[in-house]
Structures are given as structure tokens and as C-alpha cells.
């Protein structure tokens, strides 16, 4: 396939650059491949789309400040975007400066805190913080800004450090917030467990090469930027169990989605620390998971091309221009979809009719 086939027109008024008064507000465009339906519903409504016994599978990241600004020890100001944090003194990350920063180059954040540049790795640099009284991470929090994404055209406010972070994060390292995740305040989980909805966890740090744009016309000469993801044993037993009962493995959000897919390669999930640098597109065979929440993405992405591996191409590019014309929120901020693998065989006979909920 061609980049050109992920293109859509979005009018720019459709980027949701701030977050709703309540997460769980946002729309919800559900597609019932079996049925073939398209039904606009509110995102709160999701509880009548699971069964009990079904199983959430939540990416727990959690978003650092990875934004950093400071200057040369020359005066030249200089941005950082912490990719990763390699370790209590390194990280690697994205610099924007009038120059290229050459080896031994000192940024300087406040009279106290200064990195180094140690090293390149293709478009990274390996960054030393000369301080061994604090961790890196440390320093991150006490002086970074949250990254928003870069079509939001804003930095961020006090409000971004709670809404653009899951209810449920718990490990530090993403530079970009799992969105599907956000649409979850805690009356709607609180609403699932008293349906016995089961739930589970994985972590995959989601770094800034997210926002990198495909530039390879012929899509699979793209090449996919690696991310750290631990699938842990618990998380694979949940997954066997909901299985072997007839419920579905539901995944919150496209990193959930390539986290449990690069952790069933083999046929069945199992136990997965490490990088992945999947790509999933047209043509894939899903291993794992039966159904997939997330929000709207940009054309030409990589996530929407996912998406479109999911829930079937022409299927699911129906469904974005419908979202177009029904002034859905797009991105991080924005609005959210529900959508059955059209491989699925969970309980066809008995599938919710949308339209009746």
C-alpha cells in the first residue's frame, strides 16, 4: 500500500488542543465489524459494549516533564526531548539548537543543573547530567515541562500535568501520554469492576519518535522507531484465563495493541521485557487481541495505519471521513472509537446491536 491511501482531509478546527471538563464525555464512534454498524454513542456508554469477564488491558506508563529548555555554555538557546532515560546519569533525546551539538558540548538548565553530550545515535544524543547527587530522572521532574504533542501549537499549563496522564500511571518513562487510557476517570473503572470486568496491566514507554512522520511512499520500506514495553506473567495468565472462558481481550489504546502483538509472535502471549519496534499494517494477523479502543489519528500515521489493520481498510477509512463530518475531536485531547476485529469469533451469535444500546 501507499502513504498516499492513509491520507484524509482534517480541517485544523478539529484538533482538540485542550482536554474536556470530564474524561469520560468524549464520544465514542463504535464499529461493529460483524454487524457492520456505525453508531455514535458518548464515551461513558462503553460499559454496555463489554461483557463480564471480558479483559481491559491498560498501558500504565507514565508521562515525565521531557521537555527541557536551556542554552549553550556559549549563550545559544537549546531544547531537549528526553526520548529515554537510559539509567540514574543518561538519557537519550531529541536537541534542537541553531547548531548541530558536537561531543563535549555542555546545555545548561539552571546554575546547577548541566548536561553533556556523550554521544549520537542516529537522530538521538546520549546526554550526561553531571551531578551524582540526584538522578537524571530526578532532575527531569524538578525542571521539565510535559511535552504536549506538537500539533497542539501550546506548551503546557498546570492542567496538562493531571489531564494528560492516565488516572491509573504508575511507571515513569513515557514522553507521550497513552490517549485511549485518558477517556477513564475513576467512576467509569469503579463501574467495570462492579460488572466483574476484568482488568490488566503492561508498561510500554512511548517515545518521541511516536510524532515521526512515514516519509517512505511504499509504506513497508518504513522503519519503525523502538520502544521499551514489559508484558509481565500476570498479565499472560489474565489473558489465558479470559480466553479459555469465551471473553474477549480488549486493548486500551494502539501501544497496549503492539505491546501485546510483539509479546505473541510466537502463536500465544507470553512474558516480554525489552524493545519493540513493530510495525502493523494492512495485512497483519492478529494473535491476541479481539477488540481495540483508541482515539483518532493523524493521516498518513503510523497508529492509523493500525488501526486500518484492525478494523479493515476501507472500514475504517469510512468511519474517519464519517468522523469528519460529525465534527469529532481528533489527537490526544480528542475523541475516542470502539471497534471489533472483524476476525473475532467472541460470542457472534450474540453480538451487542448498537443501535439498541
Avoid at 199 to 209: F, N, Q, W
Amino acid at each position: 500500500m501507499q502513504l498516499n491511501d492513509f491520507h484524509f482531509p482534517l480541517p485544523t478546527e478539529l484538533i482538540a488542543r485542550y482536554p474536556l471538563e470530564t474524561r469520560s464525555a468524549s464520544r465514542l464512534l463504535c464499529i461493529n465489524t460483524i454487524q457492520n454498524d456505525l453508531v455514535h454513542r458518548e464515551f461513558s456508554s462503553l460499559i454496555d459494549l463489554i461483557d463480564e469477564g471480558d479483559l481491559l488491558v491498560f498501558n500504565d506508563t507514565k508521562v515525565i516533564p521531557a521537555r527541557l529548555l536551556g542554552q549553550k555554555i556559549t549563550g545559544g538557546k537549546v531544547e531537549v526531548l528526553v526520548e529515554r532515560v537510559l539509567d540514574d546519569q543518561r538519557i537519550l533525546a531529541l536537541v534542537r539548537a541553531s547548531k548541530a551539538p558536537k561531543i563535549g558540548d555542555l546545555f545548561i538548565f539552571t546554575p546547577d543543573v548541566r548536561l553533556e553530550v556523550l554521544g549520537r545515535r542516529d537522530q538521538f544524543y546520549e546526554l550526561g547530567y553531571l551531578d551524582t547527587t540526584h538522578s537524571i530522572l530526578e532532575m527531569i521532574e524538578s525542571i521539565g515541562h510535559i511535552p504536549l504533542p506538537p500539533y497542539m501549537r501550546r506548551m503546557a499549563d498546570d492542567l496538562d500535568k493531571i489531564r494528560y496522564q492516565t488516572v491509573y500511571a504508575r511507571h515513569k518513562g513515557s514522553v507521550a501520554a497513552p490517549t485511549a487510557g485518558l477517556h477513564f476517570d475513576d467512576i467509569l473503572l469503579q463501574q467495570l469492576r462492579e460488572k466483574n470486568v476484568a482488568m490488566g496491566y503492561l508498561t510500554l514507554h512511548i517515545g518521541a519518535g511516536t510524532f515521526a512522520p512515514v516519509r517512505s511512499e511504499r509504506i513497508t520500506e518504513h522503519k519503525m522507531h523502538a520502544e521499551y514495553l514489559e508484558v509481565p506473567a500476570e498479565l499472560c495468565h489474565q489473558i489465558e484465563a479470559a480466553k479459555s472462558r469465551g471473553n474477549r481481550v480488549i486493548a486500551v489504546g494502539t501501544t497496549s495493541m503492539r505491546a501485546l502483538e510483539t509479546a505473541s509472535q510466537s502463536g500465544t502471549i507470553a512474558p516480554y521485557h525489552g524493545e519493540t519496534s513493530i510495525f502493523i499494517y494492512p495485512g497483519y494477523q492478529f494473535r491476541c487481541v479481539d477488540a481495540l479502543i483508541t482515539n483518532l489519528h493523524l493521516p498518513c500515521s503510523t497508529l492509523l495505519m493500525l488501526v486500518c489493520a484492525f478494523g479493515g481498510y476501507e472500514r475504517i477509512m469510512h468511519a474517519y471521513r464519517e468522523a469528519v463530518a460529525q465534527s469529532y475531536r481528533f489527537y490526544s485531547y480528542g475523541d475516542a472509537m470502539w471497534i471489533d476485529s472483524p476476525l473475532q469469533k467472541h460470542k457472534q451469535t450474540n453480538v451487542p446491536d448498537f443501535r439498541a444500546i
